[in-house]
């Protein structure tokens, strides 16, 4: 079970570095630490196992229904990465404490990083290849977060949103590409596939697999022709290069290929794939690094190559290949990043990373610069470094490689990018350490603290101790992971030694050393040489695509002219009518067979009423207050219906929401324009009239086919389980506070919402234009009765009243019409009548509950009153309920459905109060005269008492 | 009595759909009241009428109107609420702020700059 927890650790501890970073950086580092280091624990106890050969499987399932289940499994690949990211993940957390100045947020660097970290352990670990989808867009967004950590760098945010875009578009692929081969394999479980390949690989699906999972790997390992978005990514702080961009993010691409090599690979198809892709990328990056000036640049062009060495060698689809790949993996992520921590130091020490302004730093700081050196020759693959064994084993590979009749060019292109890659990395280390000490660096460098070349050391220690004893050190890992890559095959015959005796590979190898040397000498020439050819530039034409689908799609909305809201609304209304129509014309239908109810007069009239008031609405709209009015009358009239139809507790509810909604809309309307113009348009009121008309014939027609219809209900047991099940007599508020408490929970959070954008929309109207037109509008407004005097007594005295009419309503819901909905409307409205009579000034100093604080108590309340049953183990919101027996008052029913019911009480007072308070603020701004605080004519006595005591206070 | 319901929420409906078809936002407004008028009886409807059988549990009911879609309209009573104040807000916000209640928009399209301000700004710093 441990298993699960190594992901979720750093998933769930990116919380602790913002929390503990005021604490100081030391502390979040620490805190950080601890975290990783805790994971790195959890998965090294299960390392015994995994090397007695088992398959450690952690997990539950999670949506059975479609194949996805949140269980991971370690065998040798996948502890092999985990603890790689997790153990370079320590010492990058170390390096970046030092290397971050005091001004960048260190807890939120490292929240990102943990979430990385995470996402990255979840990619490798994960059984379940839904799993790893989520982990690996995980992977981009924090990816994306990293590079763009220093926002207010311009470099920065494009690069992080290249990456992501890039990246991102391959997840997507990915994703179709592993739905598929989920479906072929007939599971989504890592463990049932890798037994699967010759299944898959028959498939008439494969090749479209193939190309879909490639599109993945190669864009999320940057392989030509997507290497284009890695090197915009070192616009990332150092530490985010050196952990992402070259120990692990990019190697998910990678990872992700020899996690499906058992799968996948062996097929000619993917020999003719995957091998050229990875050479092509091979040559590029490394041929594009040795031009580059600046340090980063040129590590990034050579992460570029080694991760198409990497993909060629899992391309070859041979069981040696394998292994050349899996210890070159383990051998570049200590040289490369050990590289980029030190380019760190000395751009951090130096104050520039460009190797034309750099050289002579050896004899300023000797411990970088041996650091460095020696990293440096393992990148170039100079013995006795690990860099040498991998290449040699990588040459190997290439020289006995599988392509049949361009078998040549294989070995060629290896040498070829072995002796570019020993040039640029010559010009690296030469470039930056050696030669004369200048005078005209940017800053004075000197060799840093040992926070920051420790985790170098570190490195570097590992890149000479496996040079020299690879069997030793690295043994009994290449073997563990090699073996999980190749699958069920037996292990070929290779040695991790230096020596191997006169092979064809030692002849290739001094062939690239001797002609790197040679190319670095002529490193000038070369530049010279390079210099006309045509560079296609690879952000230039990113940034073209990006602006020609702004251009398209701002060509479409100007076509179709969408800021129209009448336009948009008569295509949607004529589209529903179309579908609506071409549905009634197929399907067979006749008059329904439910006996109607007989009409009586007091109905007729309501709705003649009914009639008449939408009639005038259509015809004198333009008077905006009579219309206001007349939809009141609708709105009872809607409510009469439901009193008619036995459905008491609506009634209650739109006759109070009915309230609410004219004072919200009144006081709208006291702020914009009191009449529509006039349209003068015949065509277009006849052509909005017949939309109109035909949609209210269809809805009618539909209404009235269902009214005639028998039907069956599902409410039968409701009714049943009412009183037994639910505690209350009244079945609508059992089933809202009970049966369908979750969607009345999602309902109330809707509402608070809603609050909320008010509350924003408004707040911010107090300032600039809108505030502009508020202050001009003054002269419109009467306020010389503001506050009239009968109003403001009545109001006052009917607020008690008004409270325990709500308080009843409340009380008696679960029972009888009512409940928390219909109290809180009442509760708001004698709020708002205070505010309507006496003023927000007067009602906003009396307030004693801020609004924000209700809506929110409301929904906490009724989230806890749902989380409380999960005390008893019971399903969230179950209810539960007791009589129990009070002296003098007598037996009393308490139902928890109450407390959640009072949650929703609050959330309704809350919601209503907000907004039209909110309204009446922007009001008071408009009101002409600063408005007297309260009825200024009159005080009552006891108030003013108040009031100067209040004042001695 | 069932004609009456259904020619009414008809009614609603086509006066709601042709004043969400106005170019100011006050009709606009008004509009979707009407339509939630609509759309709330509408769904109420399902339940077929019933006449003096309110969902209350008694012993000696002999039978009950559906309660099932009572419950899902009062809520939706409330959204709706929640929604017009939303719209008349956003009405009204978008009038203090350009001086206009027009919804029409622009009939020359949307004006350049704007939404693509962020590219064009990346793109100008060096």
């Known amino acids: ?953 | 009595m069932e004609v009456l319901v259904a020619s009414g929420i008809g009614l609603l409906t086509a006066v709601g759909v042709y004043l969400v078809l106005r170019r100011q936002t006050f009709p606009v407004v008004i509009g979707t009241v009407f339509l939630s008028y609509a759309v709330n009886l509408f769904l109420f409807a399902t339940g077929r009428l019933t006449v003096n059988r309110p969902p209350i549990y008694a012993s000696g009911a002999s039978g009950y109107a559906d309660p099932l879609p009572q419950a899902l309209v009062l809520t939706a009573i409330v959204i709706s609420f929640g929604m017009t104040a939303l719209v008349v807000v956003l009405a009204l916000r978008g009038f203090l702020e350009t001086g206009s209640d027009s919804v029409e928009g622009d009939p020359a399209g949307p004006a350049d700059g704007g939404d693509d301000a962020t590219v064009t700004t990346d793109q100008a710093r060096p």
């Open chain 1, 1 to 953: 079970m441990n298993l699960i927890l190594v992901p979720l650790i750093p998933l769930l501890g990116a919380l602790l570095p913002p929390l503990v970073a005021r604490s100081g950086r030391d502390t979040a580092m620490a805190g950080t630490l601890a975290v990783t280091l805790t994971s790195l624990v959890l998965l090294l106890v299960e390392a015994p196992a995994v090397y007695r050969g088992e398959t450690v499987l952690a997990g539950t399932a999670w949506v059975p229904e479609i194949g996805l289940s949140f269980r991971f499994f370690a065998d040798g690949l996948g502890l092999f990465f985990a603890t790689m990211i997790l153990a370079i993940g320590a010492l990058i957390i170390v390096y970046a404490r030092y290397y971050l100045s005091r001004q960048d947020s260190i807890g939120r660097f490292y929240a990102y990083l943990l979430l990385f970290q995470g996402a990255m352990v979840g990619i490798v670990l994960s059984d379940n290849i839904l799993l790893m989808l989520i982990f690996w867009e995980l992977t981009s967004l924090s990816s994306f977060l990293l590079i763009g950590f220093w926002s207010h760098a311009a470099a920065g945010r494009q690069g992080a949103r290249m990456a992501l875009v890039v990246t991102g578009g391959g997840g997507l692929l990915l994703t179709a590409g592993m739905l598929v081969l989920g479906h072929v394999g007939g599971s989504y479980e890592l463990s049932v596939l890798l037994t699967k390949g010759e299944v898959i690989k028959a498939s008439p699906l494969y090749p479209l697999i193939l190309t879909l999972v490639l599109a993945g790997a190669f864009t999320k390992s940057a392989q030509f022709p997507f290497h284009f978005w890695l090197p915009h990514a070192m616009a990332a702080p150092t530490p985010v290069s050196a952990y992402l961009h070259s120990a692990t993010m990019v190697k998910a691409g990678v990872f992700l290929l020899a996690r499906l090599w058992p799968v996948l690979a062996g097929t000619e198809l993917w020999v003719a794939i995957v091998a050229p892709v990875g050479l092509v990328t091979m040559l590029v990056g490394a041929w594009i690094a040795l031009f580059k000036d600046d340090l980063k640049a040129i590590l990034a062009y050579s992460t570029v190559s080694h991760l198409g060495l990497m993909v060629m060698l899992l391309g070859f689809g041979t069981p040696y290949a394998a292994v050349a790949c899996v210890f070159h993996i383990l051998n570049h992520a200590t040289f490369k990043a050990a590289l980029f921590m030190a380019a760190g130091i000395v751009d951090h020490e130096a104050g520039t990373r460009d190797i034309r302004r750099l050289g002579g730093l050896a004899k300023l700081m000797p411990v970088t610069a041996v650091l460095a050196g020696i990293a440096s020759a393992s990148m170039a693959g100079l013995p006795p470094l690990n860099g040498f064994l991998s290449k040699e084993m990588m040459l190997e590979a290439a020289a006995s490689g599988p392509l049949g009749g361009l078998g040549w060019l294989i070995p060629v292109g290896a040498t070829l990018a072995a002796l570019v890659s020993v040039a640029y990395s010559v010009r690296l280390a030469v470039g930056t350490f050696a030669g004369p000490a200048r005078h005209d660096y940017p800053h004075h460098p000197h060799d840093p603290g040992a926070g920051m070349w420790l985790p170098v050391a570190l490195l570097v220690g590992l890149v000479v101790a496996i040079g020299l004893m690879p069997a030793l050190i690295a043994g009994p890992i290449v073997a563990r992971t090699a073996q999980a890559v190749i699958g069920g095959a037996p292990l070929p015959y290779y040695s991790l030694s230096l020596w191997h005796g006169l092979t064809p590979a030692l002849f290739m190898s001094v062939a690239a050393v001797a002609g790197g040397l040679v190319a670095f000498r002529g490193h000038a020439l070369l530049a010279r040489w390079r210099a006309p050819w045509p560079r296609p530039e690879a952000k230039a034409l990113f940034d073209t695509a990006v602006a020609a689908t702004v251009f398209a799609a701002r060509w479409f909305t100007r076509r179709a002219n969408v800021e129209s809201l009448p336009r948009t609304i008569a295509i949607v209304t004529v589209s529903v009518l179309i579908v609506a129509l071409w549905a009634f014309a197929r399907g067979e239908h006749g008059a329904g067979a439910r006996a109607m109810m007989p009409v009586h007069l007091v109905a007729l009239v309501a709705w003649a009423a009914l009639i008449a008031a939408s009639a005038v609405v259509v015809l004198k709209h333009g008077n905006r207050l009579l219309t206001l009015i007349l939809t009141s009358v609708v709105g009872l009239i809607v409510s009469l219906a439901f009193i008619q139809f036995s459905a008491p507790d609506l009634a209650l509810t739109q006759i109070s929401v009915e309230v609410v909604s004219t004072i919200l809309l009144l006081l709208a309307l006291n702020l914009l324009p009191k009449t529509t113009p006039p349209e003068m348009e015949t065509r277009r009121k006849v052509r909005d009239g017949a939309i109109a008309v035909a949609a209210g014939v269809g809805v009618a027609a539909l209404a009235l086919a269902i009214l005639t219809r028998d039907f069956t209900t599902i409410s039968d047991y409701h009714i049943a389980q009412s009183k037994p099940g639910g505690g209350g007599t009244n079945v609508v508020n059992v089933i809202l506070v009970d049966f369908r408490g979750f969607d009345t929970f999602g309902e109330i959070i809707v509402l608070g919402i809603a609050a909320l954008a008010i509350f924003a929309l408004l707040d911010t109207a107090l300032r600039g234009p809108a505030a502009r037109r508020l202050d001009a509008m003054r002269q419109g407004l009467e306020s010389a009765e503001a506050h009239p005097l009968i109003l403001v007594v009545a109001t006052r005295a009917l607020l008690p009243l008004a409270f325990t009419v709500g308080v009843f309503i409340f009380l008696r819901g679960h029972n009888q019409p009512g409940g928390g909905f219909i109290a809180g409307l009442v509760v708001a409205i004698a709020y708002i009548m205070q505010y309507m009579a006496s003023g927000y000034a007067w009602s906003h100093q009396r307030a004693r509950f801020d609004a924000h604080t209700l809506v929110g108590a409301g929904v906490v309340i009724a989230g806890l009153t749902g989380l409380g049953s999960l005390l008893f183990g019971r399903p969230f919101l179950t209810s539960s309920f007791g009589y129990f027996h009070i002296p003098l008052i007598g037996e009393v029913e308490l139902a928890t459905a109450m407390a959640f019911d009072t949650g929703v009480f609050l959330a309704v007072v809350g919601t209503v109060l907000l907004a039209l308070a909110q309204i009446s603020r922007i009001e008071a701004r408009a009101e002409r005269s600063p408005v007297p605080e309260g009825p200024a004519d009159i005080r009552l006595p006891r108030e003013r008492d108040a009031a100067t005591a209040k004042r001695e206070d």
